[in-house]
């Protein structure tokens, strides 16, 4: 499955925060302070973990490599048993005004009941049990893109997400477009010129060792999860109870 790398050029206007007018990214006072500890970001979602193994292992490699080579102070790492890939978002408490928030949803509900309503709406949902994916491109120093490891795998992975989208009556605005991908890491400052040109030279080294250990990853049934922040997701059940995905 090809799938389109993010330019170099977009990189470097994200990592040097020429998109943005805030004097850190979104994330700092939200999910992360700005010395990199972890803050309560409550909500639920739906994921596949990283299943321990060759794949699990490569990653974590990866991310160590990372750690080591990018700017001091520039990201806050997340747990090597927290590695997934998000199959459709769900809900983050903090994040309660359109379009972030479905408008059926009162804006007060609780997010307990909320993640209670959702795990009942998505549980009886026939999803397959497995999935194939291919890393595409580490990208921001932060994130590994990631896509169907063939066309009907790519298809069968958006095909869930319309399915839980159609059940939970919510499609964020970027549904159609969302790239599936693995977080490594969050970027807590901005980047000089300098050191995003170095970010994205060891990213692209580190995503060539990575392609070459593992061209594919096998992925479990999709989880249900809620967490309170981003360093554990609690499965609260798998979904689904079809045959794999068609090759």
Known sequence: MTQPVIPVEEQIAFLTGQKDSGAAPVWVGQKFAAD???????????????PKGPAHDALCAA????????????????????????????????????????????????????????????????????????????AWGNSLTVAGATAAQDAA????????????NYRAPDHATYRFHITLSYPIRWQTQAEAEATIALSSEVNALLMQAVPEIELGAIEFCRFENMHAFENLGFLGASQPASA
């Open 157 to 168: 992975l958006r095909a869930a997400r319309d399915r839980m989208a159609d059940a939970l």
């Open 63 to 138: 991310q160590a490599r990372l750690r080591r080579g990018l700017p001091q102070g520039a990201y806050a790492f997340l747990p090597e048993n927290s590695l997934h890939m998000t199959v459709m978002q769900g809900r983050n408490d903090p994040e309660r005004e359109a379009p972030k928030w479905p408008d059926h949803l009162p804006a007060d509900m609780p997010i307990d009941a909320v993640t209670t309503l959702y795990k009942h709406t998505l549980q009886s949902l026939d999803l397959p049990q497995q999935f194939r994916i291919q890393p595409v491109q580490i």
């Open 36 to 50: 990199g500890q972890v803050m309560r970001f409550a909500g639920n979602t739906t994921l596949c973990h990283i």
